[in-house]
């Protein structure tokens, strides 16, 4: 199997941007245009951030980049029930690695009930566990998503995908991660989810409100430490939440 690193990097071709406007005023692209360029991990890279920073911006035009569908969906996919997708994509220069992935998939928690509804009309559900996605709950689909679509040698560019599934059902998440990135997958991922930036070796790139952009270990991963700092006091927090005129 390969080694994955379909994508090496990413960077920002200014050329017709109005960077005073948005997508390019947000803080990712500001830190993309000061870095030069974003490193990626050949095997995982954790993009993490406030809400607003653009984690999922960055994403989403990392994926129309790349050839997927701005919905969601596997590159053959081609279909739009709104379009919604900002310009950025058409600004980025992904370099590649020396290989070109065998499969790959673009998953948007938001608009993923678009996706399920598209197998559902192309009659692929077989390949997505035998059955309707729209027949299991959010997290299963998800789920099954990941254990019967995703495969060896695939690129996989994944929104927040936490926003479904229980703790047991991210750790899951991390043990296929581990097995396909053995098989030669490569993944980016933006995620809030303590529980997912633990995969073993991951890349975990911190978006700034300012713009910077730095890696950091696990420990110092905002959603891990503010959510350890929680849980050994979280009367502390609500009293400060919750007190009057707070």
């Known amino acids: 199997m390969g080694k994955g690193g379909f994508l090496r990097w990413v960077?920002?071709?200014?050329?017709?941007?109005?960077?005073?406007?948005?997508?390019?005023?947000?803080?990712?692209?500001?830190?993309?245009?000061?870095a030069g360029r974003l490193e990626l991990d050949p095997r995982v890279t954790f993009l993490i951030g406030d809400n607003g920073t653009g984690k999922?911006?960055?994403?989403?035009?990392?994926?129309?980049?790349?050839?997927?569908?701005?919905?969601?969906?596997?590159?053959?996919?081609n279909f739009a029930t709104r379009a919604t997708e900002s310009p950025l994509g058409d600004h980025l220069r992904l370099v590649r690695g020396l290989g070109k992935p065998r499969t790959g998939f673009f998953l948007r928690a938001e608009s993923f009930y678009?996706?399920?509804?598209?197998?559902?009309?192309?009659?692929?559900?077989?390949?997505?566990g035998g059955r309707s996605l729209h027949e299991r709950s959010h997290g299963e689909s998800f789920l099954d998503l990941v254990a019967h679509r995703f495969g060896p040698q695939g690129l996989y560019l994944l929104d927040e995908p936490e926003a479904a599934l229980s703790v047991y059902g991210c750790l899951a998440v991390i043990a296929r991660i581990q097995e396909l990135t053995a098989l030669g997958s490569q993944f980016v991922i933006a995620t809030?989810?303590?529980?997912?930036?633990?995969v073993p070796g991951a890349r975990i790139l911190r978006i700034d409100a300012d713009g910077g952009i730095a890696r950091v270990g696990y420990d110092d991963a905002e959603p891990v430490a503010l959510?350890?700092?929680?849980?050994?006091?979280?009367?502390?927090?609500?009293?400060?939440?919750?007190?009057?005129?707070?």
Do not use: C, W
């Open 56 to 77: 999922s911006t960055l994403i989403e035009a990392m994926a129309v980049a790349a050839g997927f569908n701005p919905e969601g969906g596997s590159p053959n996919f």
């Open 192 to 198: 809030h989810s303590p529980i997912l930036l633990a």
């Open 114 to 128: 678009n996706v399920a509804t598209e197998i559902e009309n192309l009659g692929m559900e077989r390949a997505y």
């Open 227 to 246: 959510t350890r700092s929680f849980l050994a006091e979280p009367q502390l927090y609500l009293r400060h939440l919750l007190a009057p005129g707070a």
């Open 11 to 34: 960077e920002l071709d200014e050329d017709g941007a109005d960077l005073a406007a948005y997508p390019f005023a947000l803080p990712v692209v500001a830190g993309l245009r000061k």
